[in-house]
C-alpha cells in the first residue's frame, strides 16, 4: 500500500466549475458568475463543495481497483474554495490492518490555508 501517502494538485478552472455544475445540477450563479460571487462578498466564483470531495476520492483510486471498498468518507469545508485556486489534497495513513485502512485527508490552496479536513475509511471486499 505504498499508495496511500497520495498528493493530487489541480487548478480549479472555471470550465471544471460549470462542467460540475452541469453532471451535478447545481446551477446556483455564486458558483458560475463572478459578478454574483463579489455581490456576496468572495472575490471569484465558490467551487462546489462535492467537487472537492470528489476531487479528494481521487488518491483512494488505485485501493478500489484492488479490491477495497469505501466504508466512510468525511469531509470538513472549513473555508472556501475559488475558481483559479490551486488545490492540494494529501492524505495520511492513520492506521492500516489486513481488512481496514484509515487515512486523514487534508486540502490546502496556493496560499496554504486548509479549505478541507477529514477522514477515509476503507475495507477490504470479500
Known amino acids: 500500500m505504498d499508495y496511500v501517502n497520495e498528493k493530487i494538485v489541480i487548478e480549479i478552472t472555471a470550465n471544471l466549475v460549470k462542467q460540475y ?5 447545481d446551477t446556483n450563479p455564486i458558483h458560475l458568475l463572478k459578478s454574483v460571487a463579489n455581490q456576496a462578498g468572495f472575490p471569484n466564483p465558490v467551487a462546489h463543495g462535492m467537487l472537492t470531495m470528489a476531487i479528494g476520492a481521487k ?30 489534497i494529501e492524505t495520511k495513513l492513520l492506521s492500516s490492518a489486513s481488512q481496514e485502512v484509515i487515512l486523514k485527508i487534508r486540502g490546502e490552496n496556493q496560499h496554504w490555508d486548509t479549505v478541507v479536513s477529514g477522514k477515509i475509511d476503507l475495507i477490504i471486499q470479500n
Open 21 to 25: 455544475a452541469a453532471v451535478s445540477g
Open 59 to 88: 488518491v483512494i483510486s488505485p485501493l478500489l481497483q484492488d479490491g477495497w471498498r469505501l466504508s466512510y468518507y468525511k469531509m470538513r469545508f472549513s473555508s472556501p474554495l475559488f475558481v483559479n485556486d490551486v488545490l492540494t
